[in-house]
């Protein structure tokens, strides 16, 4: 009987665990590029739906922004319900970034001002090249991705993987990174999958209790890396594919040393140790009466795996999580993406900045630095930028593939993670932001450059 109730509890932990690893981990080659199984899924989905997707994100945008308008009346009905609370109650600042993002999606939905030969703030708003892609280019594939992983996350979450696998790896972890173990689950779904899943995963985790303020900061900002997919996006847009295979090494190798730099020094360093949910955080010794490492992660796996209460509340969780990501992030992305590309796209600000990287690169040795140091900021706008300007302004190759390196290693642009950390409950600012993504652009020229001279 009692090998029975053990076998049971096996069965619990690996069948979930393993499915969330097929969705979420394999890479599998789709339609001639390499992704996940549940981008797969979202993206037909989304090819099913089509142009129901936009009208979808408008009425979720207004909706948060009236809703959270309203809250700030605290009426019993969003005070007294736990998800329209957590949903809706927001700061004042939040509210205003809310309605303005609703703002920006009808003018951008209506097309006012969109039309050819139009000029003006409002075309600036409604242009493809700021709200028209917010809206027609992240939003749509976001709502639907909330949706997917929101449902299928808990595969990951919430049946024992994480303390699995965060047993065996703290040693390695935590010494290199200043994280838990369980967090190399949120880097490989975000390296093999997508960033904004990896942003999901962590803002779970810290809400959880499972990382404290510290962690979940260097783990959003660290360790929600960009997928091979886009990479190779980013590669071909400099037609420079032949040298794939040393970019993605490179990619790999300036993202370790940063992941063990940044969190070292301010603001990842000021951060405390203090946890939303005490007694959730995984101790960092193996208690005596376990023989192995292995051991005690199955011990608390089989544990975790107890704690879960049936298929209803697992489904009625990942809508909660949906919910949350759909009302609190579409938002916020829709205003500050908007804002930060009519910046970029119709300013000189990030070309002015930009100069400040001037002498670093002339240093380097960076052929064309003048137009490369114009890339080095826009970046932390949107992270395909860069590869855009310097495919247009520069001939020389070694220029093309440095930019190309750094813009993925940057890893925070507002258009998508940095808007989706800012929107979610983890405790890291826009300023702070900023200064990770200094950091990050610094080290990776560093790395970069002396290795693009022995390439080229």
């Known amino acids: 009987m009692e090998n029975n109730k053990k076998s049971n509890r096996l069965v619990k932990f690996l069948v979930p665990s393993i499915v969330g690893i097929i969705l979420f981990m394999i890479p599998v080659k789709y339609d001639g590029s390499w992704t996940i199984f549940v981008k797969i899924i979202a993206d037909m989905i989304g090819s099913a739906l089509g142009g129901v997707l936009p009208i979808l994100c408008v009425i979720i945008v207004t909706v948060s922004a009236i809703m959270s308008l309203i809250s700030l009346g605290k009426p019993k009905f969003i005070t007294e319900h736990v998800v329209l609370k957590d949903t809706f109650s927001v700061s004042i600042v939040w509210v205003i970034v809310r309605i303005l993002g609703a703002v920006f999606i009808w ?183 376990y023989k192995s490492t292995r051991e005690y992660g199955l011990d608390l796996a089989l544990k975790r795996t107890d704690e879960q209460k049936g298929i209803g509340h697992f489904f009625q969780n990942g809508m909660k999580n949906a919910v949350g990501m759909w009302f609190g992030v579409l938002p916020t992305v829709m205003a500050i993406g908007t804002v930060a590309l009519v910046l970029a796209n119709n300013t000189p600000i990030f070309e002015i900045l930009g100069k400040v990287f001037l002498p670093l690169l002339e240093v380097l040795q960076v052929p064309e630095a003048v137009e490369a140091s114009k890339t080095m900021i826009v970046g932390f706008i949107d992270m395909f930028t860069p590869s855009i300007i310097i495919a247009e302004s520069v001939t020389d190759a070694m220029t093309k593939f440095i930019v190309a390196v750094v813009s993925v290693t940057q890893l925070i642009y507002l258009s998508e993670v940095g808007g989706l950390i800012l929107a979610s409950k983890l405790p890291v600012r826009l300023w702070e932001l900023f200064l990770i993504f200094l950091e990050r652009t610094i080290i990776s020229l560093i790395i970069v450059c002396p290795i693009a001279h022995l390439i080229f």
């Open 107 to 289: 003018l951008t939905f209506l097309e006012i001002g969109a039309g050819e030969g139009e000029t003006g703030i409002l075309h600036m708003i409604t242009d493809g090249g700021a709200g028209g892609f917010v809206l027609g280019d992240l939003l749509t594939v976001l709502v639907i991705i909330f949706l997917i992983a929101a449902l299928l996350l808990p595969l990951l979450l919430d049946f024992g993987l994480l303390e699995f696998v965060g047993a065996l790896l703290t040693r390695i972890m935590r010494p290199l990174f200043k994280i838990p173990g369980r967090a190399a689950v949120d880097c490989i779904t975000s390296w093999i999958g997508d960033g904004t899943l990896g942003v999901m995963l962590t803002c779970n985790q810290y809400e959880s209790g499972y990382y404290s303020t510290r962690e979940a900061s260097v783990i959003s900002t660290t360790f929600s890396a960009v997928s091979i997919t886009f990479s190779i996006v980013v590669l071909a847009q400099v037609d420079l594919m032949q040298y794939f295979g040393l970019y993605y090494l490179l990619i790999c190798l300036v993202g370790v040393i940063c992941a063990i730099i940044v969190p070292r020094i301010p603001p990842l360093s000021l951060k405390k140790d203090t946890y939303v949910v005490e007694g959730k955080a995984m101790p960092e010794t193996i208690p005596s009466q």
